[in-house]
């Protein structure tokens, strides 16, 4: 990490605020020993005792990647439970994405629904979100897949969710300046529309953080589960086991499932903000042991994709929103502005934060 990150502090020793979060709240409380299997297991028994008489016990929202597929196997393999494997797709799958999740559906043996989402709506949107000029451009997405998930899991009455999140790749969160916006929140979804929208009625499905954060899992008691850090997960490790239990598939970069994500990280917001995610991502790897700085300097001094493969990208992502290469060009160098332009909830969401950090329900730095 360095000083793209605006609000980033170092001691006297020059170490990092991420660091000094990591050393003094997760890894004393982080244990994937004995202490974290009987943990598991006493997760796993309470969610085998609600999903008792019922066809699915928990759901898991897969995309292929590593982290909700070794979730997954988890699930199945070590905990005994019986998941419904869910699918959000957004119009942005990659092939390879798509192979993973067939591989894992086939070998677990488990169900999987997929939720195709109107691509009019999520195409509407995201070009709306392109033109408000703002660094989260993957809040579309993401506000599709969660919307979906919590809305599938409270018709069908699912109230265990297991998810892939976890300190082993994702300890150093990136900070809200780098487009890591804290949920989805209807306030700036709303107003960004109605400023930067084509001026028809938006039916774009979301859930508003406060109703997933209050009344789904508050009132409702959906429970959010996040195994991977009650077992030893390690990136590389984890891929080669999943490669050779089912032929699943790595990918060159976290979040290269999708290709808006992949090209939105590898190109749009390092282009056109200065922002590398990969910054976040390998500090998490440098801080769990799994990569050294040096390494983490040598690959980020290159893009990760190579100049060809960005321009046909850049090509393919205009055409599939149905504007001109021209038309997004004119995107990329428009003002830089943030989610402070816009009406939001902000400092609501913040409050809620705070409050996990302050219950200890969360451990990860947010900024």
Not at 25 to 54: F, S, V
Not at 93 to 104: C, S, Y
Not at 161 to 187: A, H, K, M, Q, V
Not at 300 to 311: A, G, Q, T, V, Y
């Amino acid at each position: 990490m360095d000083t793209s990150d605006p609000g980033i502090a170092f001691d006297a020793g020059g170490v990092c605020d991420y660091c000094n979060n990591f050393d003094a709240t997760i890894k004393p409380h982080w244990d994937t020993g004995e202490r974290g299997r009987l943990a598991l297991n006493e997760m796993a028994d309470a969610i085998r005792a609600a999903g008792n008489g019922h066809e699915f016990d928990c759901i898991i929202g897969l995309s292929g990647g590593l982290d909700s597929s070794y979730a997954a196997y988890i699930a199945k393999e070590v905990m005994g439970l019986r998941p419904l494997l869910f699918h959000v797709d957004a119009g942005w799958n990659t092939d390879q994405a798509v192979g993973n999740i067939e591989k894992l559906v086939d070998g677990l043996g488990l169900d999987l629904y997929t939720d195709v989402v109107n691509w009019e709506s999520v195409k509407r949107m995201q070009v709306a979100f392109l033109r408000a000029g703002i660094p989260d451009q993957d809040l579309v997405q993401d506000a599709a897949f969660f919307s979906g998930l919590y809305k599938f899991a409270r018709k069908h009455k699912i109230r265990h969710i297991i998810t892939g999140s976890n300190f082993s790749t994702e300890c150093c969160r990136e900070p809200e300046e780098w487009g890591g916006y804290l949920g989805i929140d209807r306030r700036l979804f709303d107003d960004i529309w109605k400023k930067c929208g084509d001026g028809k009625p938006n039916d774009f499905p979301l859930v508003d953080i406060l109703v997933y954060k209050l009344w789904y899992q508050k009132v409702l008691g959906m429970k959010v589960h996040h195994p991977l850090n009650l077992v030893p997960y390690i990136k590389k490790d984890a891929e080669d086991e999943l490669a050779r239990l089912f032929g699943w598939q790595r990918f060159q970069h976290k979040h290269h499932e999708s290709r808006f994500t992949r090209f939105y990280e590898d190109y749009w917001l390092p282009r056109r903000f200065g922002y590398q995610k990969r910054r976040a991502h390998f500090s998490s790897l440098i801080m769990t042991g799994q990569m050294t700085r040096d390494q983490a300097l040598e690959r980020i001094s290159r893009p990760e994709m190579d100049e060809n493969f960005l321009k046909k990208e850049f090509e393919y992502v205009a055409h599939k929103l149905g504007l001109t290469v021209v038309e997004l060009q004119q995107l990329f160098e428009m003002p830089r502005r943030t989610y402070r332009n816009y009406r939001n909830k902000r400092q609501l969401i913040d409050l809620g934060a705070n409050a996990m950090r302050w219950l200890g329900l969360e451990k990860r730095y947010f900024r």
